[in-house]
């Protein structure tokens, strides 16, 4: 079964500050979600990403599927930012169920 | 773009009361899932839902709970017997037959056992 570490679990920055979110899993997997929890609770998926790298506007994902690794990078972060970032991971390889991260809860102070 | 939806966004009820949460899927999806998170706590899966049967179910997913797709559109999750511990944000999420490992999430439905 799949176990999910993110870190850091809380992270504070400046506006404009480049941002990294990191998740760790422990079992090879087929592709790895990063969602976006706003403060009303609602998810957001960001990105699916099975290799590589994967950019959306200022968002960038990158997965290292031999080291079991991806971070997610927000450039000229904004206030706007501010959620909780999860990673999540299918809980065995070929199961769709996912398994998900504690979150990263990012706060971006103007 | 399509989009999954749920309703209601929020709901209040008494302890021992039937709960029914309904989710649209994305028309053409075929594979269905209800999440749940306790407040302060991770995402849990609860269950899975393809070819109307249950694929697949956590041990969170007891007799108290049950999953039907009533009509082409509708997936429902029914918790027939509300708990205080039941209170949690509840999503629901779907997957396109062509690409089985994305999942489109709903917003999710806040769910409150007094």
């Known amino acids: 079964k799949n176990e999910v570490e993110q870190s850091p679990q809380n992270l504070t920055a400046q506006e404009g500050e480049f941002i990294t979110i990191n998740c760790s899993y422990s079992v090879g997997i087929s592709a790895l979600h990063w969602l976006q929890q706003h403060p009303g609770g609602g998810i957001v998926s960001l990105f699916m990403l099975s290799s590589g790298k994967k950019k959306h506007g200022r968002l960038i994902a990158t997965i290292n599927i031999q080291e079991k690794h991806s971070s997610l990078h927000i450039t000229a972060s904004h206030p706007r930012d501010s959620a909780v970032y999860i990673c999540?991971?299918?809980?065995?390889?070929?199961?769709?169920?996912?398994?998900f991260g504690t979150g990263t809860r990012l706060t971006i102070i103007p | 773009e399509p989009e999954v939806t749920q309703t209601p966004s929020h709901q209040v009820t008494q302890m021992g009361q039937e709960v029914i949460l309904r989710c649209v899927p994305i028309?053409?999806?075929?594979?269905f899932y209800w999440y749940r998170q306790i407040l302060g706590q991770k995402v849990e899966f609860l269950v899975s839902f393809y070819n109307n049967e249950i694929s697949e179910k956590s041990e969170i997913f007891d007799d108290q709970f049950s999953v039907e797709r009533p009509d082409g559109s509708n997936f429902t999750l029914k918790i027939r017997s509300t708990k205080l511990e039941d209170s949690a944000m509840y999503f629901c999420?779907?997957?396109?037959?062509?690409?089985?490992?994305?999942?489109?999430f709903g917003p999710g439905t806040r769910l409150t056992v007094l």
């Open positions: 999420a779907s997957t396109p037959p062509e690409i089985t490992d994305t999942q489109y």
């Open positions: 028309s053409n999806h075929l594979y």
């Open positions: 999540a991971v299918p809980a065995n390889f070929g199961n769709e169920k996912l398994t």
